[in-house]
């Protein structure tokens, strides 16, 4: 499933095509993915301009002149597509800009989602009005954590994939994160102390980062708008790793958490 870094350069690849520009085609070519595609998103899109694009954790946001904001997510094959060459069955959403640029929403396994809401009205979105703070943001701070996790027995690992505590954190960049810091992902949340912390929110923020920067990690079917697939997958220290040596000598295990694969170094991570 696209995570963070991989929605976030989603969003960087967008903006230079459709920041700024006006949308003369908006065709749904399908009424569902996960859910329903609003009825009215043509009508309430079509001749609009394009004032912005942001994420919100596994989000994109893209904001018009008539204050909708239309919010996608990618599911679990989902991409955006530049000016393709052709549409195939898979490209259920179709934008075309005045500038003459194309853009497609192709997801083979349909588990993403389109919804429309008004702008002032995004923060209020079922989906966003429990999450946490944003991984990258200020708010994530040690004592932050320190505050969120206290008194709880579930696993480090399982509580930082909870959305209502950390926004936007998932499997893969959780497990290198987790490894940066020398945590045991099996440790219970409330045990971590103050100063393990402090070396997770860093973890975390520079795992995010050169994901972003290597443009998100390319498993199956991610790739970016461009076409290019992202490359920290070559990056990763411990995920998709088990057996293989750690840099401390032992070796990398798996295990299965909340039907979730867990990739940690038993020997340095206790």
Known sequence: MPELPEVETTVRGLRPVLEGQRLITVE????????????DLRQRLTGAVVTGLGRRAKYGLIETDRGDTMIFHLGMSGRWRVDPEDLGKH?????????????????????????????????????????????????LTAAFLAERLAGRIAPIKLLLLDQRIVAGLGNIYVCEALYMA???????????????????????HEVLEAAIEAGGSSLRDYARPDGQLGYFSKQFLVYGREGEPCECGGLVARQVDGGRSTFWCPRCQK
């Open 28 to 39: 749904p070519r399908r009424a569902d993915l996960r859910r329903v595609i609003p009825p």
């Open 182 to 204: 020398r945590i045991n992902p099996r440790a219970p949340g409330g045990s971590i102390s103050l100063a393990k912390l402090r070396k997770l929110v860093v973890a975390i």
């Open 91 to 139: 490209d259920h959403l179709l934008l075309e800009t005045e500038e003459g640029r194309r853009l497609s929403l192709c997801d083979p396994r349909r588990f993403g989602s389109l919804d429309l809401v008004r702008t002032d009205e995004v923060a209020a979105f079922p989906a966003f009005a429990a999450l946490g703070p944003e991984p990258l943001g200020e708010t």
